[in-house]
């Protein structure tokens, strides 16, 4: 491709400008006109490369918003199970009361207003297995109660005997569209005799959009087992109680979460993601205005459109003075256009015009780009360690080398102890900022030579070059004492199991050392945890 441009662009220099004795006039060549095209030629690739990888851009911002548009509902989710775990267990606590248990349901009456003020509902309510209302804290004790009204969903307490969640319903009392938890009450005997409910105005559900701050022009949806909107960011006075958009209806009725491409009530195009809650059947909704993503990709073409066009301006009015020029910078161009299709490290090419130098610019940042997505797709976000694809390559080389040279490696495949309670306990936030640090305290561990990966949740292994039993069984004592020791701004004790699996006692393939070390760190976690055991038998937990 150097040949024909440069061959192209020094065409006029030749001697078909001297005319041969006895041959007719002069032929003549427009050097301006032959660089005209030149610049079209040479820019035309440039532009349709970025243009391409201005699309792939916008199908990367895309997949970025999809992204984030899942994990905002998964965590207003996380908010709503666990704001609804806390109502049923406040719940449960009343349920007991002795009052209640003793019949007097005057004082059981009092003794429920007062846990009003503990907890972020509307009213506590006591009825029958008719769904008749004994008691309701919105009305004094011995006040006539409607013998209606009860949502059908409750009387699934009696028959079951566990906690039900209707959906929104028009409450009998307070007249306003509200959402009832019930509990079981029983006798003695453990007979189911009442069910003991309390309301839930939809206002009180937005005050969990107040804790997740939203991007320009998004939208937040909590939808019932019904499809039914309960909450919403915007509008809620407005749209609470419609059915949400059939799409979302359909999908949350299938028992599907995921995202897709959708409208708002308002009739908005938006990308959506639906996460849906497996215990009460309900569904939180986020969407991104696909407008705003369109707005960027817009913008993109348009300043490629107005580069290019000056670009050829400018080429065109600097064509008789810089004709060597421009042929040094389209070389220079093809160099860089050549090293971003292979992956090379690429740096500012050296050229001469400045319109050249936006072409350039603009594949610099297409190289940055996608050395940015390589970088994703063998590593953890979170840690910044190797993730398993990596991991997996790191090991099958090593594994080709250990076999030609005949040495040693060890896998260890580590676990955390009481991770899971740390997130229950305090909160996934809390559960991220452990794993960062575990990845920390495992990169100070280790030698630079071994490499460590996140196999995905609590679970990380390492590759140990040069490593026999001995030696990986020292290793992993380090790492069990190591990662053992206590956490800023962790209050559970974390601790580490370690199943050490080694080249070639143990396997010699990387499917039978993972499964041979997965094996020794069961036997560690058998042992009692905080231990680590080597696939032939040993087992050994830190001193101290």
Known sequence: ??????????????????????????????????????????????????????????????????????????RILADLERELAAIESGLRVLATSEALKAGDLARFHQVARAALKSQSVLNYILTDRDGRQILNTLRPWGSPLPTGGTPEQIGEVFRSGKTVLSNLFHGPVSGEPIIAMGVPVTDRDGKVV??????????????LFKHHPLPDGWLVAVLDSSGTIVGRSRDAERFVGQAAVPALVSRLQAGQGGTMEALTKEGIPVMTALARSPQWGWGIATGAPKALIEAGMIRLFSWLGGAALIIVVLGSWLAARITRQVVTSVHYLNDAALALREGKPLS???????????????????????????????????????????????????????????????????????????????????????????????????????????????????LLVDANADSALETAQRLVTHLSDPYEGIRTPVSASIGIAVYPAAGTTLAELLENADRALYDAKHAGRKTCCVADGRCKAPAG
């Open 1 to 74: 491709m150097h040949r024909t441009l440069e061959g192209q662009a020094e065409a006029p220099e030749v001697s078909h400008d001297i005319p041969a004795a006895g041959h007719g006039p002069e032929r003549r060549i427009s050097l301006r006109l032959n660089l005209w095209l030149l610049v079209l030629v040479c820019i035309l690739p440039g532009i349709a490369l970025c243009s391409y990888l201005a699309y792939a851009n916008y199908q990367l911002e895309q997949q970025r918003v999809a992204r984030d548009t899942e994990l905002l509902a998964g």
């Open 194 to 207: 009442y069910s003991l409910n309390i309301g839930l105005l939809p206002r009180q559900l937005n005050e």
């Open 348 to 462: 500012l090419p050296k050229v001469q015009l400045q319109e050249a130098e936006a072409v350039g610019h603009a594949i610099v940042q297409a190289s940055h780009l996608m050395a940015r997505v390589h970088h994703r797709a063998y590593h953890d976000p979170l840690t910044e360690l190797g993730n398993r694809a990596l991991f997996y390559e790191l090991v099958q080389h090593q594994l080709a080398l250990v076999e030609r040279e005949q040495g040693t490696l060890a896998i260890l495949a580590i676990d955390l102890d009481f991770f899971k309670k740390v997130n229950d306990e305090e909160g996934h936030a809390a559960g991220d900022r452990l794993l960062a640090a575990v990845a920390r305290r495992i990169e100070t561990t280790i030698r630079a030579s071994d490499a460590a990966a996140r196999m995905g949740g609590d679970e990380f292994s390492i």
